[in-house]
């Protein structure tokens, strides 16, 4: 068992678990600057969260690596669970990767809350806005079919507003 790579394993979660924290907090700022329509801000931040997204892809593709070298599967064969992976670690590393794993996937699960959340608050304020737009905007009498056959909703193609939403 190379134990560089177990200590590189952890310094990587270690990593991902502090990338975690920021990418939380600016999953929050983006929830902000949209239910105080600040696109400014929420452009600003959504760059700052993409790039931390590629950092965070880069240094889970690292993870894979060391997982696959510590327990010795070749590139061919499917990256190795954590489950595998912690009963290769030296018995001095278990305990701290498995405590820094436990912390990454809680923060994984407050990210994908975030995210829900979000999407939440989008769908219905765009339900709510289609609404208003059905009901204010003469619509199509025709009935247009989708190519699966199902009955697809008249939406405006041009909209012209003088004030802002």
Known sequence: MDKKAAADLLAILTSQNEMLDSMIEL??????????????????????????????????????????????????QPVPSMHQVSTMLPEDLRP??????HQVRRKLSISKVENDALNDYIGITKEFLQEVFDSVIPKNRNTVYSSTGSVIKPVPENLLFNTVL
């Open 27 to 76: 999953q929050k700022l983006v929830r902000q600057a949209v239910t105080e329509k600040n696109w400014v801000d929420l452009d600003t931040t959504l760059f700052k969260l993409n790039e931390l997204t590629e950092n965070f892809t880069q240094l889970e593709a690292k993870r894979e690596e060391f997982c696959c070298q510590i327990c010795g599967v070749s590139g061919s």
């Open 96 to 101: 701290l990767v498995k405590d820094v794993l």
